[in-house]
């Protein structure tokens, strides 16, 4: 799809789920795309210059243009190859819902979850409540929002799977630093969606295995506990 100087360059690290939803989304889209993998204790000249604010990924370039933030570049790769399929709602106010639950799963979901795996003590204790309470709001809001149906769209694997489905993944690593289990027994919705995004072809490709991911993050774990001490 398009030329060489089209296509899209990914600067990312293999175990981002930041990084992971966006190829995860050009997988969907069928859009040819190249990536870069980066090393964040020594970043690369591309990534500094494509990304001077933030430093960090993905960042994508495309037609020579810098991209960064992984909502954003959803929502611009929904915008430039929206004829070949739809991964944002069209409709402004599901739009808007979607986007509200993208920044509740950034914002409270994953920071719980990343806080179990990097702190110990009271404050892993705490990340733990706001994970299981940020849980069971996602049962509810899956419910609601897909009607019934598979996916958080509705009948298409879409925006708000894409968001989420990275973070599952990772869940092994928080449930083995934070000594508990996840109460997925309790979340029905959640779990038949889990079983069936767990099984997508995008998904399969794109995402390292549950091992791999908790052998990165038990080194980020102990780096951050050294830190923090």
């Known amino acids: 799809m398009g030329s060489q100087e089209e296509k899209i360059k990914v600067l990312k ?3 981002s789920p930041y990084a992971n ?3 995860i989304a050009l997988e969907e889209l069928g859009v040819e795309y190249d990536t870069q993998e980066e090393d964040m204790d020594n970043k690369s000249p591309d990534l500094l210059e494509a990304n001077p604010i933030y430093k960090t990924v993905p960042t994508i370039i495309h037609k020579g243009k810098p991209l960064p933030e992984s909502l954003i570049i959803l929502e611009y790769i929904h915008d430039t190859y929206s004829s070949f399929s739809t991964l944002v709602p069209t409709d402004p106010y599901e739009k808007a819902i979607a986007r ?3 920044d509740f799963i950034d914002n409270k979901f994953w920071i719980a979850e990343y806080r179990i795996i990097v702190r110990q003590g009271e404050a892993q204790e ?3 409540k706001e994970f299981i309470d940020s849980l069971f709001l996602l049962e509810e809001a899956i419910q609601k929002i897909s009607g019934g149906k598979p996916y958080f769209g509705g009948d298409k694997f879409g925006y708000l799977d894409i968001v989420l ?3 599952v993944f990772l869940w092994h690593s928080a449930e083995i630093f934070g000594e508990f289990r996840i109460p997925l027994e309790s979340c029905p919705h959640l779990s038949a969606w889990i079983e069936l995004v767990s099984k997508r072809e995008s998904v399969v490709k794109i995402l390292p295995s549950a091992e791999a991911s908790h052998e990165w993050f038990t080194r980020s774990r102990k780096k951050a506990l050294s830190t923090s001490n």
């Open 13 to 15: 690290l293999w175990v």
């Open 21 to 23: 939803r966006v190829l």
């Open 100 to 102: 509200f639950w993208a």
């Open 126 to 128: 705490i990340a733990k």
């Open 165 to 167: 489905v990275p973070y």
